[in-house]
């Protein structure tokens, strides 16, 4: 049986699930591919720290990438290390000495993957990815194969399972979001500096990802509209739920007219909704096309076995296309024209959720009615409870509006004396 050499650059959490699951389960995917896995080499800084892992005699251990990469014993590089500065550079190289690559490095994917593609283009290698986008979940294979047949009409997706079981735990224990993260970071669920995953720019990452297979151009991170979830409230979460809505990380991307929305924020989603259902570390991506209609992709975003599955069955489709000799079988990305323009943030329309602490007299009402309305702002609803205090929440939900009205009736509502806090906007998506 032909095998598939595999070097593996980065032997930290993720690259010890990779070579433990080829070891584990070499042989049941050799009998389902026809083709042997083999970990051949292994590349870190660090190669005395115990993985936990009994390797075989003929693994080589090596601090020096570099050989690794000018092998040519080596079939497919497994590029784990992480980063966009080091790892751009292995992976360059790899690519120049005709080697095909499997990632799942999102930042460097996001920031350049335009110049990587370009490279594979040229050296006659792939670039596969599935990993950099939801962990296990084969959304990327999906989008690069399954809904080849669709025009793409709306990605939505939860896809950093952080912020998601932060967001869920506040809601189920009635909790503030520092004390959440503090037991988030205490579990190993987020980082000691969380800003990569909480401020949304993991977020961020995957979602252009998705948006330049879906729309035809290499985007990276500028068109991009950004905001994490550190302002998120148990006092919103908790009206959120009362008025049937969680509040989730969402990743949004959608086709409006000829035109493409990107963007990341929080967003209420209604509680009966699929992705209202996704808890926990848990990731879900629903994938709207205009002929199969909707699907959704659910599972663990993150973490060793779920990402190592993912590699491992891109390592296996390069090494098919090896054994076949169909390079670029599958383009690792193809640029084509599917949209007109990204919609500036401005001019991006949806729903809208505010909590105005107001002064609790005669008028008050009338007068922010007033301020929306000449706004060209419609209000869908409004809750106003009862309270012994001087000022009292006010709860607005808003029919569809502008997000430059919206801003510009904000803008109006801080001056008013009778607004005593600043205003709390979070966008709502009904999702269909």
């Known amino acids: 049986m032909k095998t598939v050499n595999i070097g593996v650059i980065g032997f930290g959490t993720v690259g010890a699930g990779v070579v433990e699951c080829v070891l584990q389960n070499g042989d049941l995917i050799a009998e389902r591919s026809g083709l042997r896995p083999v970990i051949a080499t292994i590349a870190d800084l660090d190669i005395t720290t115990d993985r936990g892992i009994s390797l075989p005699d003929d693994v080589t251990l090596t601090t020096d990438a570099s050989s690794l990469l000018n092998d040519p014993a080596i079939d497919v590089v497994v590029e784990l290390v992480g980063g966009t500065t080091i790892a751009k550079d292995f992976v360059l190289q790899a690519l120049a000495n005709g080697k095909p690559v499997v990632t799942a490095n999102k930042a460097l994917l996001a920031h350049h993957g335009a110049e990587i593609f370009q490279a594979a283009q040229g050296s006659s290698s792939d670039v596969y990815y599935e990993a950099s986008v939801g962990g296990g979940i084969p959304v990327i294979k999906a989008m690069r194969e399954g809904l080849v047949g669709n025009r793409i009409v709306e990605i939505v997706g939860i896809l950093n399972g952080t912020c998601n079981y932060i967001l869920t735990r506040m809601e189920r224990e009635k909790a503030d979001f520092n004390d959440v993260l503090a037991a988030a970071q205490e579990a190993g669920y987020a980082e000691t500096d969380p800003s990569f995953d909480v401020d949304g720019i993991d977020t961020a990452h995957k ?226």
């Not at 959704?296 to 489709?317: K, Q």
């Open 207 to 432: 979602a252009t990802i998705l948006a330049s297979l879906a729309y035809g151009e290499w985007f990276g991170m500028d068109p991009v509209h950004v905001e994490g979830i550190r302002n998120v409230t148990l006092q919103d979460i908790e009206y959120a739920t009362n008025l049937g809505y969680r509040i989730k990380l969402l990743a949004i991307i959608k086709q409006e007219d000829a035109n493409v929305e990107m963007r990341v924020h929080p967003a209420l989603i209604p509680t009966s909704s699929l992705l209202g259902h996704v808890s926990g570390v848990f990731n879900a991506v629903w994938v709207e096309g205009d002929t199969v209609g909707g699907t959704m992709y659910y599972g663990r975003g993150a973490g060793r076995e779920a990402t190592a599955s993912a590699v491992v069955a891109d390592v296996m489709d390069v090494g098919l296309n090896l054994k076949f000799g169909s390079h670029h079988r599958v383009p690792a990305f193809r640029p084509h024209c599917a949209y007109s323009a990204i919609v500036p943030m401005a001019d991006v329309a949806t729903r809208y959720y505010l909590r105005l602490q107001v002064k609790d007299q005669p008028g008050v009402l009338a007068l922010i009615s007033g301020v929306l309305g000449q706004a060209n702002i419609s209000i869908a609803s409004v809750t106003q409870q009862e309270t012994s205090q001087a000022s009292v929440p006010m709860i607005i939900l808003t029919h569809q509006a502008r997000e430059s009205d919206l801003q510009a009736a904000l803008d109006r509502m801080r001056e008013l004396e009778e607004v005593v806090e600043p205003p709390v906007v979070i966008r709502i998506e009904d999702l269909g």
